[in-house]
């Protein structure tokens, strides 16, 4: 099975109350440290499980000095293999009955948990608001929206949550994405009949870029996923607003990450063709129950 979804559950006895944030990293050294100090003050209980992919920077080191110190909130692991597993591995090893996702480049609002929590009395998925920081040119810019059955599935993992019965229902992120296995995952939560609650009072703050090259890498990728996005889904380009992200590419610099972008995606078209790497499209599985949808 391309998930992954292979290892114990974790004992989720008296879990309800229990909030699981779940981390995965590689090489975040530099943001690590503000992103721990920023969930260790958010609302209890809660546990962080995070998950490293082999850094080889002083990542690893600085999560395993605050566990020591918060041995009854934080536990670390190292996994190799994409975020998607990596977020998985994570899932399992949590106790919680809902996980909260963000990355390592990131720091959470002091109420970021309280709101993303609030939400789960409208729906089994709960999105908050990511405001790009860092260098102004890299931050501006905003991500390129996809609609499926009137809701934007494009919500980042950086700053989402689901309820537990849900995500092992749909068998969690699928593992084979390089990007947008977050949209994967919150596509087939849509068409299980799942509903997005969109909170804005959850902030979470996600670090731009430092330079053009990584700036253009990201796009990149980006495009490649959603590539990997139409082998699974099948024709996604009717679900996009095209005008909506016309008025949003006006700079050169957004002309220049849809020019990468729309690179990453012929790339994947190109070097797949006729290639068992190919993700199949796989056909809806049947509604979720009403038990996995609400909070």
Aim: net charge positive.
């Amino acid at each position: 099975m391309w998930w992954s979804w292979n290892l114990p559950t974790a004992d989720i006895a008296g879990s309800e109350a229990l909030s699981s944030i779940v981390i995965t990293v590689k090489n975040e050294e530099a943001h690590l440290e503000q992103l721990l100090e920023s969930l260790l003050s958010q609302e209890p209980p809660l546990e962080i499980i995070l998950v490293d992919a082999f850094s080889t920077d002083r990542t690893f080191e600085i999560a395993q000095d605050f566990a020591k110190k918060h041995p009854d909130i934080l536990r670390v692991y190292q996994v190799r293999g994409r975020r998607g597993f990596g977020r998985n591995f994570g899932v399992q090893k949590a106790r919680g009955s809902r996980v909260y996702f963000i990355d390592g480049d990131c720091v959470a609002d002091s109420h970021w948990l309280a709101a993303l929590k609030a939400g789960f009395s409208e729906g089994g998925v709960v999105a908050g608001k990511t405001l790009t920081i860092g260098v102004p040119k890299y931050a501006s810019l905003e991500r390129v929206e996809l609609f499926h059955r009137g809701m934007d599935v494009t919500y980042p993992s950086c700053n989402l949550a689901y309820n537990r019965d849900l995500f092992e229902k749909l068998s969690g992120f699928d593992g084979r994405f390089e990007t947008a296995e977050d949209i994967d995952l919150n596509l087939r939560a849509v068409t299980q009949g799942a509903k997005i609650v969109y909170r804005p009072e959850a902030v979470v703050y996600h670090n731009s870029r430092t330079n053009i090259f990584r700036f253009l890498l990201q796009a990149f990728w980006n495009g490649y996923g959603r590539k990997q996005l139409t082998e699974k889904h099948g024709h996604l380009w009717a679900h996009y607003r095209y005008r909506r992200m016309l008025e949003t590419q006006r700079s050169v610099l957004a002309y220049a990450r849809l020019a990468a972008a729309l690179t990453g995606y012929f790339t994947r078209l190109i070097t797949t063709v006729g290639s068992p790497g190919r993700i199949a499209r796989e056909e809806p599985a049947p509604s979720v129950t009403r038990k996995a949808t609400k909070g």
